[in-house]
């Protein structure tokens, strides 16, 4: 005998399992119309940036890192250590210039781009902080700086900036966190 639920008798039952299949199938399609969405949208993000970029030649260096670059832009004179700006998350080095364009006065200032970031190519997969460290240090000597270096870094480039100083320490002079990403 089936399961049945409803009023008396065999009038308007349904097999018990029938019920969730209704919101079953709206949260599939709802489920699946925003992955879909959020697909075209970071499809769509992407395609902009990378025209962006096309439209905007690079204003520093390449560096090769065997197989792919980075991109490196250093501006300024002065005594010390060069001051290197990491940007957080996926962010290009651009967006830490107001503080370059300040400092680039009275010290020797690189903006960077490592793989993955703005005018930079994709890099290898994954993304070890022990593999962003080593190519920040081949960027910067690649591009002809000597160290040591002051890592300035923001948000998740904190994060970079005090893993680079503890896997390079004849490499860093100092690191200065802006917001960082706890370890």
């Known amino acids: 005998m089936a399961h049945r639920y409803g009023g008396g008798g065999d009038r308007g039952a349904r097999p018990l399992g029938e019920c969730y299949h209704r919101p ?5 399609g709802l489920f699946l119309s925003l992955s879909v969405g959020l ?3 970071a499809f769509f993000a992407a395609s902009k940036q ?10 520093g260096i390449f560096v090769d890192l065997g197989g792919h670059r980075g991109h490196l832009l250093c501006e300024g004179e002065g005594e010390g250590p060069t001051l290197v700006f990491i940007s957080g998350g996926y962010g290009q080095g651009l967006w830490l210039k ?5 400092l680039k006065s009275d010290h020797r200032s690189c903006l960077m781009d490592r793989p993955g970031t703005g005018w930079a190519d994709a890099g290898p997969v994954p993304r070890t ?4 460290a080593s190519e920040t240090i081949k960027i910067l000597e690649g591009g002809g700086e000597t160290g040591p270096f002051v890592f300035i ?14 896997l390079y320490p004849n490499h860093t002079s100092g690191i200065v966190l802006l917001d960082p990403t706890p370890p």
Not at 24 to 28: E, I, M, P, V
Not at 129 to 132: G, T
Not at 153 to 166: T, V
Request: net charge neutral; aromatic share 12%.
């Open 24 to 28: 079953l199938r709206a949260f599939g």
């Open 39 to 41: 697909a075209f949208g």
């Open 50 to 59: 990378s025209a962006g970029l096309k439209q905007y030649p690079a204003p």
């Open 98 to 102: 107001p503080l370059h364009d300040r």
């Open 129 to 132: 902080v022990e593999l962003v």
């Open 153 to 166: 870094g923001h948000s998740f480039g904190g994060l970079y900036s005090a893993n680079i100083a503890d």
